[in-house]
């Protein structure tokens, strides 16, 4: 397996939707030109970060405060639609007035306690790393993403998209990639990056069901349903790959399939999505979502956990489909025993997704 693409940046907004903003022609092209110099940049960052050692990434990040229990840190900085970050910190008061910097920090906020209180995991290192948050990157910027060592959000162009902080499912998903860093880390390429992106999504719905107390079936398992400006589009379906969005009028039809009959065999390239990671990610996203609706309930105190567990515990940077599909029904089956609910839904969902 080639091993030059395992740390691209971990950005929200898929390839086949990012290199269509070029040829749109509501868009301008000098907008859309720089919304992709921006990620080069910002890839850049990510890709050092990530080489790092676990311990050199915690020196480098911001000193938590002493506490005699673990405490969220949460900053946001604003970038003021300039380039540096991290930006300016805001105050309480100034995040009370403006509307993004609220959605980062109730997003964040629920994040950090869904990790801590169904994981017990302390941040996205499980050692107190405070979550860097910087708001209005950019003019007309159209991403949100990890970059190794924070969080930026973009304001959207208006046109086809709005504040990227809207959804907390694409804030938890973000920050679910700094999350699978410390873990598995998986290589960001053909199946292992399809994971990587399934996972985020896995955590991003999971805390979003979280806040809202929704049930498996209660839940609608769509990713970005709000900042993708239209009420019939969303970013992905997690139930339904291939149908968050239809005859959109600048991105067409969503191209990510729902099973492995269906795989996408792209090249390990750039303009290939590293072998088609955002695509593909459709098939173990379906495998959870249908999992989780065979078991019933809430999905993060049966499922999450399995998934959780096969993350921290087993996985690895080059686990393919099925390393995930035999350590997710192993440990469905260490934490909730043979032939029960649980075992029997893990295996029902992977076999819908035909892995």
Known sequence: MCKNHRNPIRCILPPYIAEKMKESEKLKLEDALNNELRDFRLRSDRKFFSTLAATERTVLAVKKAAAPKPKAV????????????PGKLMTSAQIKKDKEARNVLKGVKA??????????????????????????YGKKYNNALWNGRQMVYGDGDKITFDSFTNDIDIIAHELAHGVTEYAANFDYENQPGALNESFSDVFGIMIKQYAMNEDVNQSNWLIGENIMLGKQYSLRSMAS???AFTNHPQWGDDPQPATMKDFVVLPNTKDGDWGGVHYNSGIPNYAFCMAAKEIGGYAWETIGKVWYAALTQSLSADSDFKA???ATISHAHQLFGKNSKVHKGVIAGWKAAKV
Do not use: E
């Open 324 to 326: 995930a599909k035999k």
């Open 111 to 136: 994040t950090w306690d869904f990790y801590y209180d169904i994981f017990k995991r302390n941040s996205i290192d499980d050692a107190g790393m405070p979550l860097v948050n910087s708001i209005h």
């Open 74 to 85: 949460i900053q946001i900085h604003t970038v003021s639609k300039g380039y540096s970050l």
């Open 241 to 243: 790959p291939g149908t």
